[in-house]
């Protein structure tokens, strides 16, 4: 259904995936495919199945039909990395900025090209390293969590809402990280409320899940 | 993987360091068990001495049980069970440290404080260091019966009063190794045999225990 015209094998990509709530059928018969460097914008109304499609391709549900399909590093043999943006953010309250971004890594690896402290330069949280993560305000928390993405090596991106909570400079700078993760070979898929809201450059599939019922 | 298993080992100890109240919470409980039952015996010793050991060992248990609702809940309230559930290491590894982290700030002060609990209840001095060996060698293997059961109830609405209905019978073959040893000091009869059993129970535990407790968590994403 959503395919763009790259030629590298796909990084994920589901195969006739059906989910339903009880009698209420979100999708059924989906195929996706996500290869390097493109990104799935998923639209729809409240309840139209969004986050229940970002929770199943990110193995945090399991599908009634169908499955979900991640490509495999060279190297280890180990299925392609998440990085992880949800509704809850997974940030500790008891712990600092700083602190929140370090056990994050060690759980998920790092890039190298990152360090925690430029990471949070980099989303506008300059100094706010030793802060209590309880005293930041919502766009702040989710400026936290953006720098967690910058820090992640992963190549799969799901973003459930990334623009909730950000003032206008945050959207840019969402755009900005995704269309960087899209250009260094990277795949996402992100929901939006409105379509115009997702205004990066790179190449996109726009996927209206109150059209795929 | 080890460096995942470090980080979140220092997270969560680093976490309950910070709230020390949570911290100091269970031993309150068991102090407060061990004094109602003083208060509801009377004033006598023999009577207590003879169910210190077994009041000692309840007062542990229902700390425990109280404690463990904080092992999975605050983390799938807050979202990062999700990233754990989405790292490239593997959920036993995690769920490991978490585990012994939980060990080391909610059962080992209990352990510490069981003189404690001993001398208020007036159990005979030469049945203390018994007392204490049940209790370190079994409670490996409650703090894995208990996250089982927490990862089972962790997405239910109502999973504290669940988990009690489902932790406590699990107990009952511990409950009964650990005073049976008790028992067989108290008569001076050799403590071997049931040792070595709940030895092995923690040793089964603590190699079947994680990828249990792994399981039990990705059953509750359907």
């Given at each position: 259904m959503a395919e763009l015209t790259s030629e590298l094998p796909p990084l994920i990509a589901t195969h006739g995936l059906g989910f339903a709530y009880a009698e209420l059928a979100l999708f059924r018969d989906l195929d996706l495919c996500l290869r390097p460097g493109t990104a799935l914008v998923l639209c729809g109304s409240n309840g139209s199945g969004k986050s229940t499609l970002l929770r199943l391709l990110g193995g945090l549900l399991l599908p009634d039909e169908g499955h979900v399909e991640r490509a495999r590093e060279h190297t280890t043999g180990d299925p392609a990395a998440i990085a992880w943006l949800g509704h809850h953010l997974g940030l500790k309250n008891g712990l600092s900025v700083i602190e929140n971004l370090h056990w994050y890594c060690?759980?998920?690896?790092?890039?190298?090209?990152?360090?925690?402290?430029?990471?949070?330069?980099?989303?506008?949280?300059?100094?706010?390293?030793?802060?209590?993560?309880?005293?930041?305000?919502?766009?702040?928390?989710?400026?936290?969590?953006?720098a967690r993405l910058l820090l992640s090596p992963a190549p799969v991106w799901l973003l459930d809402e990334p623009y909730a909570?950000?003032?206008?400079?945050?959207?840019?700078?969402?755009?900005?990280?995704?269309?960087?993760?899209?250009?260094?070979?990277?795949?996402?898929?992100?929901?939006?409320?409105?379509?115009?809201?997702?205004?990066?450059?790179?190449?996109?599939?726009?996927?209206?899940?109150?059209?795929?019922? | 993987m080890m460096r995942a298993f470090f980080a979140l080992l220092a997270r969560d100890l680093r976490l309950a360091l910070r709230r020390r109240f949570d911290l100091l919470q269970p031993l309150y409980f068991a102090v407060l068990v061990c004094l109602l039952t003083t208060l509801a015996i009377g004033p006598e010793p023999a009577l207590l001495a003879r169910l210190a050991a077994a009041v000692t060992w309840i007062a542990v248990l229902l700390a425990l049980l109280l404690a463990l609702d904080g092992l999975f809940r605050p983390d799938a309230e807050d979202g990062s069970l999700e990233l754990l559930l989405t790292a490239p290491a593997p959920l036993p590894v995690l769920v490991l440290a978490k585990v012994l982290a939980f060990w080391m700030v909610v059962l080992l002060p209990l352990i510490a404080c069981t003189p404690l609990f001993a001398n208020m209840l007036h159990l005979p001095p030469s049945l203390w260091l018994p007392l204490l060996v049940t209790l370190l060698l079994a409670t490996p293997c409650l703090a894995w019966l208990g996250a089982v059961c927490a990862a089972l109830t962790v997405q239910a609405r109502r999973g504290g009063a669940l988990l009690a209905l489902l932790l406590l019978p699990l107990t009952v073959p511990v409950l009964i190794a650990a005073l049976g040893t008790i028992d067989a000091a108290a008569q001076g009869l050799p403590m071997r045999p049931p040792l070595l059993m709940l030895a092995a129970g923690s040793v089964a535990a603590c190699s079947l225990g994680p990828f249990a407790c792994a399981a039990a968590l990705r059953l509750g994403l359907r």
């Open positions: 060690g759980v998920h690896g790092r890039n190298r090209r990152m360090t925690p402290s430029t990471a949070l330069q980099t989303v506008g949280l300059d100094g706010f390293d030793h802060v209590p993560t309880r005293e930041l305000s919502a766009g702040q928390r989710k400026r936290v969590a953006l909570n950000l003032d206008p400079q945050g959207w840019l700078l969402v755009d900005r990280l995704v269309d960087h993760h899209l250009r260094s070979g990277g795949c996402a898929v992100l929901s939006v409320h409105r379509p115009d809201q997702a205004a990066f450059e790179g190449p996109r599939v726009l996927l209206d899940l109150d059209a795929a019922r | -």
